[in-house]
């Protein structure tokens, strides 16, 4: 589904875009005169067409994740947005609105861990369609922990590895589901990511930040306690993720239309999505060859990051990895 903004008049400032249509011909209400911002909630695979559309028309564009599917069309899109020298796309990666997120990320900031060392990520839906294959739950599904990660840790992941175990009765038949995923950071931190799509369960996402001097969980999906006389207790946990992150969502889109109203974004950009999309492509070679796969966003050193350093691979490092294309200085 593509929804084209419009101002409208006689509203309050905060929230004088409105929605001007809902539509399934993107083409039709991206090019609409009138249509001053675009939210993109189409599959990923649709995203880099809608994408270009959008910077050709120079309004700004909330997409949702991933960026695109491949890595040479979100290079070519970060660079088509350079051009035009202002950021017009945001990348709907909501965790970063999400108050448990958010607290998260400030106990590291602050240094309430101490240095954080590894990252423990569970990412479980209940059920999902049978075009949730491996390499769509890398893409479409991981991608979420990809940004995470780099949002907590603040640098950028290098490796990337898959394990494939004993695959749950429902998945279809050569569907590796669930995985463990395994990444490692510029500094050498651990992140690792369970990803299960068919649990039958609920909606279940957490966070384990473990640091020097301390721990921090979220998503423990605690919400009402109860003790029943049956001898049982316990909260409820989300049935989906728009209850989970309802209102992250919310929060992500207010600020965005916002943002779009003074023609800009407010949250991660055409860049994070890039980043993601690249150690996804690296997810999925790993899935492939078994191996563990590297990521060098610029060929090895990491300049678009504050804290760049180079990063030096061991030799024994399995080859052929991700290499994505050369990319320095392009980061906002
Ligand atoms: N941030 C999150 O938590 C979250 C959660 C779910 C989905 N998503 C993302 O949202 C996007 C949509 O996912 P979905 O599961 O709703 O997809 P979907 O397959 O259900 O499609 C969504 C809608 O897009 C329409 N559509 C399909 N192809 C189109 C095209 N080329 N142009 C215009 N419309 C088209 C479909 O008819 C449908 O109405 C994906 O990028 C997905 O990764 C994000």
Redesign the pocket.
Known sequence: ??SGFSQSTGTPASRQASIWAS????GEAINDPDVDAVL????????A??INACLDRGIPVL????LTTDIASAHAIVQKEKALGRQLIQV???RRFDAEHVALKNLITSGGLGNPLMVHCTHRNPAVGD?FTSEFMIR?SV??EVDSARYLLGEELTSVQVIKGAATGIAPNGINDPMLVIFETESGRIVTDEIFARTQVAYEVRTEVVGEKGSALIGLDQNLQVKSSDGRWGGQLAPG?VQR?GAA?ETELQRWVDAARTGTIDGPGAWDGFAAVAVCEAGVEALRTGGKVAVRLDGGVSSFHPSARQVIFDADEPEPGITAPDLIGDRP
């Open positions: 589904m593509v539509c399934t011909a993107p993109l909630a189409t599959p990923g695979a649709a995203h067409a809608q997409c949702e994740k991933p709907g990666f909501m075009h479409d991608v979420h993720f992150f969502y």
